[in-house]
């Protein structure tokens, strides 16, 4: 993902896709039909055994960031999402230029993460280096910890009260609302069946359980729910098995900035998914650009006092 900001607050946008197929729908929503520009290419392998991968690139510009925002930062539980913000300050002898792309936790699932994650374990998410950097076995190992109390110990819980609480909705949309106590009686069987599970392949195999296999939501139903919760399960497995760049291109001299690298104008990320799994991930820009005018301007006021001095002084 690249941004190239203007001195105005526009900026355009070009993102890069790599993916199987040329038609593929992309996990950020975005396509001709958004009116943004797409052409597409071959991507070059190193070994002719490679399976064909075709990168798919997408440009747009914006007036303003707040612009790019109702695209590209609207609520959704199902595409990437990324927020823009721009600011502008002038400081007499240079203008100040800020500018920050924040993606949004890839996680849409409604369950609370309070009782799971520590701050440290947060502390930890923000000092993980750029993706491919080496780090400690310590950090290794903590790591691996995280990633099994994300995925193992939050995510089981997630998921499963991703289908309860939709189960729930049914039964109070309905005329069936005292099933809703059965059900809440039920609740910790129910989630003890899909532990052992390992995972839910079919809605409908909770409900052998005694007390509730009678309950009043139809197969469609179910169906109906399974595929809800897929594609919140799906989208955060797409997004979080990727790989990512991003490039933000500032007007002048880039003088503070979080990026993983910089060169001159341009400030260079690469996160890893880690990064925006649980939390919003914020990279920002700082840049200062000299004010010609100015310093035209200043000393024209210094010539001017200078000579006023001089020709008072002679005066006398």
Sequence with gaps: MKTLIHEDGSLAKTIEL????????NFIGIGASTNWQVASRVKDTIKKTDD????ITYTKHFNSALEANKELATPSDTTFRIRSEFGKKFRWFYTYISYSDTYLAINRLKHPTINYFTQEDYAFIDRLPAEGKSITKADSLYLDGLNDKIFETYGTRAIFEEYYSRMVG?????????????????KQKLFESLKNQKGIEDVASLFPISGISN?????????QIEFEVETLTNFASTAGNGKYVHRIDMPGEVVNSNADSVTGKVAYWQP???????????M???????????????????VLFITILVRSKSRF
């Design 52 to 55: 064909k991968k075709f990168i």
């Design 18 to 25: 790599e993916t199987d197929s040329v038609g593929a729908k």
């Design 272 to 282: 890893s998914a880690t990064k925006f799994l649980l939390k919003d991930y914020k």
């Design 284 to 302: 920002f820009v700082e840049s200062r650009q000299l004010n010609i005018w100015t310093i035209i301007v200043s000393i024209g006021f210094i």
């Design 170 to 186: 049914l039964l109070d949309a309905g005329e069936n609302k005292s099933w809703i106590d059965t059900l809440h009686n039920h």
């Design 215 to 223: 309950i009043p939501i139809s197969k469609e139903q179910l169906n």
